[in-house]
Nanobody, 123 residues
Framework: VQLQASGGGLVQAGGSLRLSCAAS????????MAWFRQVPGQEREFVAV????????DYADSAKGRFTISSDNAKNTVYLQMNSLKPEDTAVYYC?????????????????WGQGTQVTVSS
């Protein structure tokens, strides 16, 4: 599975960005896709996850109410709409795929990772 993340950039605090992650290659009948983020020198942290059907979603507490994860199965693409961005959201954002139906925040369940896209929020 190849994952191509895009949509990052520089935005002022309070602004919005939409990240996209397009998947290609091997497909799974059941899977979940997630976004993680990482600041240099810190551990990667979970942001949001969506099941293959789109019916199950979960968010990190830091993302609830501001971020929305969605998917377009016809395009094999998952999105992360980020609103009300804060400087502490600055990180490299990674998309990942877990070949399991159950959504999880555990990054060890994710076997395929994209290259990351930088999000920088200025104050």
């Amino acid at each position: 599975v190849q994952l191509q993340a895009s949509g990052g950039g520089l935005v002022q605090a309070g602004g919005s960005l939409r990240l996209s992650c397009a998947a290609s290659g091997r497909t799974f009948s059941r899977y979940s896709m997630a976004w993680f983020r990482q600041v240099p020198g810190q551990e990667r942290e979970f942001v949001a996850v969506i099941s293959w059907s789109g019916s199950n979603k979960d968010y990190a507490d830091s993302a609830k109410g501001r971020f929305t994860i969605s998917s377009d199965n016809a395009k094999n693409t998952v999105y992360l709409q980020m609103n009300s961005l804060k400087p502490e959201d600055t990180a490299v954002y990674y998309c990942a795929v877990s070949p399991t139906a159950q959504i999880t925040m555990n990054e060890r369940a994710y076997l395929y990772w994209g290259q990351g896209t930088q999000v920088t929020v200025s104050s």
